[in-house]
């Protein structure tokens, strides 16, 4: 508790330093200087909030033990009953003061892309990219957050190799970018007569999304190329050279789109995800060269690191990360993901605050 305490007075001091930076004239309304102090100072004022509540709730503690000891038993009982509500409340206002504290998520605010890629397994792999697609799509529909689906490629068992989707709403990406990296699954593919258990894997990318101020393209380092798409689309798509293919020349990231049936459409989608990529390959640059700076976060974000196994034989889902299990396989690839995300949430929190020394 004092390390809380310690870190709560620096907070005190930059809350103060803050307002007089924003009321020094030198800094422009509107600038870009201006909206990142903004953000920082309500981002403060909710925790001054709660650190009032907190000295308010422990001077209420202090005075019902202040009280005389020789009152009546009827009055010791509501004594005592209070004390318990107040000593619970304390214990959930620092909690989430701890939370609150934390290094706030560059990314908080985004929406993000979902990339999900069928990896080995073949026609299984790619059937459970599908699986996992709907997964997610029903997941963001409890929520009540809006999907869109950027590019999709189907297989020819039913599946898709890849699709690409986007998601849209408040606090998606702090709760959805736990899921970048392998899915295996396990179990027993209904083409499959002798009844032998396979395993696949699916590579699943969860990516902020970038605006034109957070990644600047230059277009001389972007080879456009458009030809015909393939597959669904009907007659006209298959017709025309509205499929968009994007190279970036320096990283040499490739991005293609063909679901829309217009070549405008499909260029901004495939700049939309060229974006998104050129962010993230830019962060995992400077994380590489910050490695230390990882040790706090769950996973590394890595494509090749598996994080997850859904044995559907045993009817359990294991996230290797924080060695959590769980059962009802069918629920949670209906979207139930609840209790997964919030374990993964909770355990991040536990590993920040551990490199406060709170």
């Known amino acids: 508790m004092s390390q809380l305490k310690s870190h709560l007075r620096a907070l005190l001091d930059r ?16 600038s870009e200087r201006y909206r990142a102090l903004t953000r920082e100072h309500a981002r403060m004022r909710l925790i001054m909030e709660k650190i009032h509540e ?6 209420q503690l202090g005075g019902l033990s202040a009280l005389p000891s020789e009152e009546s038993a009827e009055m010791k009982a509501m004594v005592q009953e209070e ?3 107040l000593k619970d409340r304390i214990t959930v206002l620092e909690q989430e003061l701890q939370i609150a504290i934390l290094p706030p998520d560059p990314h908080a605010d985004k929406d993000i892309l979902i990339e999900i890629r069928a990896g080995a397994g073949g026609d299984e792999a ?3 990219a599908s699986e996992l697609y709907r997964m997610y799509c029903r997941y963001c529909e409890g929520r009540g957050w809006k999907t869109e689906l950027i590019e999709s490629s189907p297989s020819e068992a039913g599946g898709v190799k890849e699709v690409i989707v986007s998601v849209m709403g408040e606090g998606v990406w702090p709760i959805m970018k736990f899921e970048s990296g392998v899915h295996r699954v396990q179990r027993v593919p209904q083409t499959e007569a002798s009844g032998r258990i396979h395993t696949s ?3 699943v990318a969860v990516l902020p999304e970038a ?9 001389g380092e972007v080879r456009i190329d458009t030809y015909r798409a393939s597959g669904a689309g009907g007659q006209h798509i298959n017709k025309t050279e509205s499929a968009v293919r994007l190279t970036h020349l320096p990283t040499g990231i490739v991005v293609a789109c063909q ?15 060229l974006r998104a990529k050129l962010l993230s390959h830019a962060e995992e640059t400077a994380e590489k060269e910050l490695s230390a700076a990882r040790k706090a976060q769950i996973g590394t974000g890595d494509r090749s690191e598996k994080i997850r196994t859904y044995n559907f034989p045993q009817d359990r889902v294991t996230d290797h990360r924080i060695g959590y299990s769980q059962r009802n396989i069918e629920s949670l690839m209906e979207g139930d993901l609840r209790d997964l995300l919030a374990a993964l949430q909770k355990e991040e929190q536990r590993r920040l605050l551990e490199t406060l020394n709170i």
């Open 201 to 203: 894997t699916v590579t």
């Open 259 to 273: 679901d829309q049936r217009s070549q405008i459409k499909n260029r901004e989608k495939a700049f939309k995800v």
């Open 211 to 219: 605006s034109e101020v957070d990644v600047k393209i230059n277009p």
């Open 15 to 30: 809350a103060d330093q803050i307002e007089r930076e924003l009321s020094n004239p030198d800094i422009q309304p509107g």
């Open 126 to 128: 790619s059937l459970f």
């Open 54 to 59: 907190l000295a308010d709730a422990e001077k």
């Open 83 to 85: 004390t318990a509500q």
